[in-house]
T-cell receptor
Framework: DTGVSQNPRHKITKRGQNVTFRCDPI?????LYWYRQTLGQGPEFLTY????????KSRLLSDRFSAERPKGSFSTLEIQRTEQGDSAMYLC??????????????FGPGTRLTVL | EDQVTQSPEALRLQEGESSSLNCSYT??????LFWYRQDPGKGPEFLFT???AGEEKEKERLKATLTKKESFLHITAPKPEDSATYLC?????????????FGEGTQLTVNP
């Protein structure tokens, strides 16, 4: 399977705990995005990377959230001191950015986070 | 600020009953408009990209069209397997990184 993969698919945690999610993009894609989706809403942009550089962060991304993409391959999203309001589906997407063109973003299956 | 509004919120059709979903958008400069399909508990699946007013794209029973203010997703003779949430998203020229701004989606149910 050459699509975007995410792990774990589901995570249940207690309030105050830290959690980390992983995203493996399509291998030749140089851009990687994180979105968050709550029930009945469309995905909301959190942050994106071009290769290993994190180039933009949404104001939705509080200082409890941190994302990395070492070596420009997989990415991790960590949430520290989780709150019940963090419960959502966390989606990863990747795309191939070429000079003068913008390609479609392909999404992974998501990680469903439940904070008790 | 970029905005996307989709209507209706939910649509129930009988198998074979054609209809259209609407996506109205406000963006300072449109780079692209995207349609995705999302099944429950899964990530969005890419369907179409439209770049300029007047453009149309088709895939099986789906046809997407674009004007300067809105896009339509036409569903011809739908089948129960077309049941899903359909998401519309815009990408603005001024937005660095080409992030997407999504609408809330239209939940489509096709009854046999």
């Amino acid at each position: 399977d050459t699509g975007v993969s995410q792990n774990p698919r589901h995570k249940i945690t207690k309030r105050g705990q830290n959690v980390t999610f992983r995203c493996d993009p399509i291998s030749e894609h140089n851009r990687l995005y994180w979105y968050r989706q709550t029930l009945g809403q469309g995905p909301e942009f959190l942050t994106y990377f071009q290769n290993e550089a994190q180039l933009e962060k949404s104001r939705l991304l509080s200082d409890r959230f941190s994302a990395e993409r070492p070596k420009g391959s997989f990415s991790t999203l960590e949430i520290q001191r989780t709150e019940q309001g963090d419960s959502a589906m966390y989606l990863c997407a990747s795309s191939l950015r070429l000079a003068g063109s913008y390609n479609e973003q392909f999404f992974g299956p998501g990680t469903r986070l439940t904070v008790l | 600020e970029d905005q996307v509004t989709q209507s209706p919120e939910a649509l129930r059709l009988q198998e074979g009953e054609s209809s259209s979903l609407n996506c109205s958008y406000t963006v300072s400069g449109l780079r692209g408009l995207f349609w995705y399909r999302q099944d429950p508990g899964k990530g969005p699946e890419f369907l179409f990209t439209l770049y300029s007013a007047g453009e149309e794209k088709e895939k099986e029973r789906l046809k997407a069209t674009l004007t300067k203010k809105e896009s339509f997703l036409h569903i011809t003779a739908p089948k129960p397997e077309d049941s899903a949430t359909y998401l519309c998203a815009v990408q603005a020229i001024q937005t660095s990184g080409s992030r997407l701004t999504f609408g809330e989606g239209t939940q489509l149910t096709v009854n046999p």
